[in-house]
Protein backbone atom coordinates (compact mmCIF):
# COMPACT_ATOMS: atom_id res chain seq x y z
CA UNK A 1 0.00 0.00 0.00
CA UNK A 2 1.17 3.55 -0.81
CA UNK A 3 1.00 6.24 1.07
CA UNK A 4 -1.27 8.22 -1.18
CA UNK A 5 -3.60 4.75 -2.17
CA UNK A 6 -5.22 5.08 1.71
CA UNK A 7 -3.75 8.91 3.08
CA UNK A 8 -6.53 8.77 5.73
CA UNK A 9 -6.77 5.30 6.89
CA UNK A 10 -3.37 5.82 7.82
CA UNK A 11 -3.49 9.02 9.62
CA UNK A 12 -6.30 7.79 11.51
CA UNK A 13 -4.85 4.65 12.01
CA UNK A 14 -4.23 4.36 16.14
CA UNK A 15 -0.85 2.17 15.41
CA UNK A 16 0.93 5.06 13.78
CA UNK A 17 2.42 7.27 16.02
CA UNK A 18 2.85 11.07 16.06
CA UNK A 19 5.93 10.91 14.61
CA UNK A 20 5.47 8.61 12.01
CA UNK A 21 2.24 10.99 11.08
CA UNK A 22 4.80 14.04 10.99
CA UNK A 23 7.50 11.87 8.29
CA UNK A 24 4.58 11.60 6.45
CA UNK A 25 3.43 15.31 6.53
CA UNK A 26 6.95 15.96 5.41
CA UNK A 27 6.99 13.60 2.21
CA UNK A 28 3.56 15.41 0.74
CA UNK A 29 4.95 18.89 1.99
CA UNK A 30 7.87 21.31 0.57
CA UNK A 31 6.58 24.09 2.37
CA UNK A 32 4.14 26.63 3.94
CA UNK A 33 3.90 30.54 3.71
CA UNK A 34 2.04 31.74 6.46
CA UNK A 35 0.89 35.44 6.77
CA UNK A 36 -0.77 36.55 9.86
CA UNK A 37 -3.64 39.47 8.75
CA UNK A 38 -6.03 41.32 10.91
CA UNK A 39 -9.15 38.90 10.69
CA UNK A 40 -7.72 35.95 9.31
CA UNK A 41 -4.24 34.05 8.51
CA UNK A 42 -3.43 33.20 5.17
CA UNK A 43 -1.77 29.91 3.97
CA UNK A 44 0.15 28.79 1.05
CA UNK A 45 0.78 25.11 0.81
CA UNK A 46 3.16 24.06 -1.53
CA UNK A 47 3.33 20.43 -1.97
CA UNK A 48 6.25 18.04 -3.23
CA UNK A 49 4.35 17.00 -6.64
CA UNK A 50 4.40 20.48 -7.81
CA UNK A 51 1.19 21.88 -6.89
CA UNK A 52 0.13 24.82 -4.20
CA UNK A 53 -3.29 25.15 -2.14
CA UNK A 54 -3.87 28.43 -0.52
CA UNK A 55 -6.17 28.74 2.43
CA UNK A 56 -7.99 31.36 4.79
CA UNK A 57 -8.47 30.26 8.44
CA UNK A 58 -10.12 32.50 10.81
CA UNK A 59 -8.26 33.90 13.82
CA UNK A 60 -9.34 32.40 17.23
CA UNK A 61 -10.23 34.63 20.32
CA UNK A 62 -7.65 35.25 22.70
CA UNK A 63 -7.82 33.23 25.58
CA UNK A 64 -8.29 35.92 27.74
CA UNK A 65 -10.98 37.50 25.24
CA UNK A 66 -13.36 34.05 26.01
CA UNK A 67 -12.85 34.86 29.98
CA UNK A 68 -14.57 38.29 30.11
CA UNK A 69 -17.46 39.69 31.13
CA UNK A 70 -20.57 39.39 28.77
CA UNK A 71 -21.51 42.72 27.72
CA UNK A 72 -24.92 41.97 28.69
CA UNK A 73 -23.54 41.35 32.17
CA UNK A 74 -21.72 44.68 32.54
CA UNK A 75 -24.84 46.28 31.74
CA UNK A 76 -27.07 44.72 34.54
CA UNK A 77 -24.11 45.53 36.74
CA UNK A 78 -23.82 49.24 35.81
CA UNK A 79 -27.59 49.58 36.18
CA UNK A 80 -27.57 48.03 39.52
CA UNK A 81 -24.66 49.89 40.54
CA UNK A 82 -26.65 53.28 39.62
CA UNK A 83 -29.40 51.95 41.88
CA UNK A 84 -27.23 51.00 45.20
CA UNK A 85 -27.51 47.34 44.65
CA UNK A 86 -24.99 45.68 46.98
CA UNK A 87 -22.93 43.33 44.96
CA UNK A 88 -24.46 39.90 46.28
CA UNK A 89 -27.74 40.90 45.04
CA UNK A 90 -26.14 42.01 41.75
CA UNK A 91 -24.86 38.05 41.21
CA UNK A 92 -28.40 36.86 42.27
CA UNK A 93 -30.02 38.71 39.54
CA UNK A 94 -27.38 38.24 36.48
CA UNK A 95 -27.84 34.42 38.48
CA UNK A 96 -31.49 34.85 38.15
CA UNK A 97 -31.22 35.67 34.22
CA UNK A 98 -29.30 32.55 33.58
CA UNK A 99 -26.09 34.84 32.67
CA UNK A 100 -22.34 33.27 33.08
CA UNK A 101 -19.12 34.39 33.53
CA UNK A 102 -16.39 34.45 30.65
CA UNK A 103 -15.52 31.51 32.46
CA UNK A 104 -19.25 29.51 32.30
CA UNK A 105 -19.70 30.02 36.33
CA UNK A 106 -22.34 31.58 38.34
CA UNK A 107 -21.68 34.69 39.54
CA UNK A 108 -20.78 35.38 43.29
CA UNK A 109 -20.89 38.31 45.48
CA UNK A 110 -16.94 38.36 45.42
CA UNK A 111 -16.68 37.61 41.45
CA UNK A 112 -19.06 41.21 41.20
CA UNK A 113 -16.64 42.93 43.93
CA UNK A 114 -13.69 41.90 41.60
CA UNK A 115 -15.88 42.66 37.88
CA UNK A 116 -16.32 46.26 39.69
CA UNK A 117 -12.75 46.58 40.22
CA UNK A 118 -11.46 45.26 37.27
CA UNK A 119 -13.70 47.16 34.85
CA UNK A 120 -12.98 50.51 36.76
CA UNK A 121 -16.40 51.02 38.12
CA UNK A 122 -17.36 53.16 41.39
CA UNK A 123 -18.01 50.94 43.72
CA UNK A 124 -21.63 51.16 45.53
CA UNK A 125 -19.78 52.45 49.13
CA UNK A 126 -18.12 55.46 47.01
CA UNK A 127 -21.24 56.17 45.03
CA UNK A 128 -23.27 56.48 48.52
CA UNK A 129 -20.60 58.73 50.05
CA UNK A 130 -20.68 60.96 47.22
CA UNK A 131 -24.80 61.32 48.03
CA UNK A 132 -23.14 62.41 51.51
CA UNK A 133 -24.12 59.77 53.23
CA UNK A 134 -21.24 58.33 56.03
CA UNK A 135 -20.12 54.83 57.32
CA UNK A 136 -21.94 53.77 60.48
CA UNK A 137 -18.54 53.86 62.68
CA UNK A 138 -18.19 57.84 61.59
CA UNK A 139 -22.06 58.16 63.21
CA UNK A 140 -20.88 55.98 66.31
CA UNK A 141 -17.99 58.54 66.68
CA UNK A 142 -19.48 61.82 65.60
CA UNK A 143 -23.24 61.17 67.65
CA UNK A 144 -22.11 59.06 70.74
CA UNK A 145 -25.13 57.13 69.89
CA UNK A 146 -24.58 53.05 70.22
CA UNK A 147 -25.03 50.40 67.81
CA UNK A 148 -28.42 49.39 69.35
CA UNK A 149 -29.98 52.73 69.23
CA UNK A 150 -28.81 53.65 65.52
CA UNK A 151 -30.52 49.83 65.24
CA UNK A 152 -33.73 50.90 66.15
CA UNK A 153 -33.60 54.15 64.40
CA UNK A 154 -33.10 52.70 61.45
CA UNK A 155 -35.40 49.90 61.99
CA UNK A 156 -38.09 52.43 62.48
CA UNK A 157 -37.63 54.53 59.85
CA UNK A 158 -36.71 57.23 61.52
CA UNK A 159 -33.13 57.48 59.62
CA UNK A 160 -32.40 57.01 55.84
CA UNK A 161 -29.56 54.31 54.99
CA UNK A 162 -27.85 52.20 52.82
CA UNK A 163 -26.86 49.08 53.19
CA UNK A 164 -23.82 47.82 51.04
CA UNK A 165 -22.63 44.54 52.45
CA UNK A 166 -23.79 41.38 53.99
CA UNK A 167 -21.66 42.23 56.41
CA UNK A 168 -23.90 45.01 57.66
CA UNK A 169 -21.78 48.14 56.28
CA UNK A 170 -24.53 50.24 56.75
CA UNK A 171 -24.21 53.89 55.50
CA UNK A 172 -26.49 57.00 56.85
CA UNK A 173 -26.33 61.08 56.67
CA UNK A 174 -25.38 63.11 59.60
CA UNK A 175 -27.66 65.44 59.10
CA UNK A 176 -30.48 62.96 59.45
CA UNK A 177 -29.05 62.49 63.06
CA UNK A 178 -28.36 66.44 64.02
CA UNK A 179 -31.77 66.47 63.34
CA UNK A 180 -33.05 63.86 65.57
CA UNK A 181 -30.84 64.22 68.31
CA UNK A 182 -32.02 68.39 68.76
CA UNK A 183 -35.45 66.92 69.43
Keep these: ?13 PNVSNEERKRMIRLLIENVLITQLDDHIHL ?13 IQKGKKSYETWRTPEEAMEIIRNSLDNFMPSSQIAQLLNSKGLKTGKNLSYTRILVESIIKTHKLKPLS ?44 YFYKLEDFSAYMAR
Excluded: C, H
Aim: proline share 1%; hydrophobic share 35%; no cysteine.
Design 1 to 13: MTLADDFKGLWMN
Design 126 to 169: QRITDLGFVPQKEILQKTGLSRKQIRKLRDSGIIKNYKTTEKTE
Design 44 to 56: VIRFRAGTTRELD
